[in-house]
C-alpha cells in the first residue's frame, strides 16, 4: 500500500521536495520505481515511530548538522558526487560529505560529532573534526573542509536503523548509537545548521509526535480508499 509524496509529506511534517529527496538517498524501502512518485505506508508508519535525537549528553552547548541533499555527480578533485546515498561505498560516501561549506569551522569542530541529515533524519555520522582547511576565500566567502573527518555510521535502511559501518573506535560506535535513525530538525539557509544540545528533545517532541500521528491516521484512510 503506498500514499501520495503529498501525504507523506504533511505526515513528515516537510515538503513534497524534501520527500522524494529523502526517496532519492535510497534509505526508504519498498518506493516504486517506475510511474508516479508514491512512499510506502508501511515505511512511513516507521518514520512515524523514529525518536527526536537525544543530544543531552553529548557535552556540548551545540551541535553542527549537516543537512543533506541527495547524491549528485561533481566534477571535483578526489570525488565524484556530493550529497548522500546508499548506492556508495563508505570511502566515496564521505568524499561526497567532506565539504567544501560555508561554516564556522571550531563552532562545528567544537561539538565533536556531525550528524548528516536528509529531511530531518540522521542517515550518517561524522567524527574526526579537527583539524579544518579553508579555501583560502575572504570573509564569509571561505569554504572549509574537514581532511581527518571519519565516517563513524551510515544507514542503510531508515525504517530499521542499525550502523552499516562497524567503527573501530568505541567512542565513533556510541556516538552513531545515539543519533542514526533519529529525527534532528533543524534551520539554516545553507548546509550547515547548528543546534543547541539541551533543548531539542523536550520542547520538539511532543507536538511533532501528535502531528504526524494525525498525518499518518489520515494518511491510511485516503490510501484505503484508493
Sequence with gaps: MFVTTGQAGSALGCSIPTVKKLMATGVVPGVRGTGRQVFPLAALQALQDRPVADLGGLGTVEVAVLRSDA??????PGREWVGFGTAL???????????W???DPARVAAGGVLPVTVAGFVVAVLTGLTPWESDGAAGTA?????????LAGRLTDLTAPANAVGPADPQDARLADLLLGTRLPSVSGGPIAYVPTASVA?????P?????????????????GE
Excluded: I, K, M, T
Design 142 to 150: 571561505a569554504r572549509f573542509r574537514f581532511p581527518a573527518a571519519r
Design 89 to 99: 561505498d563508505d570511502a566515496q560516501l564521505l568524499a561526497s560529505l567532506s565539504g
Design 202 to 206: 523536550a520542547p520538539v517532541a511532543a
Design 208 to 224: 511533532v509526535a501528535a502531528s504526524v500521528a494525525a498525518s499518518v491516521a489520515a494518511a491510511v484512510v485516503a490510501a484505503e
Design 101 to 103: 561549506w560555508r561554516c
Design 71 to 76: 547524491l549528485r555527480r561533481v566534477d571535483e
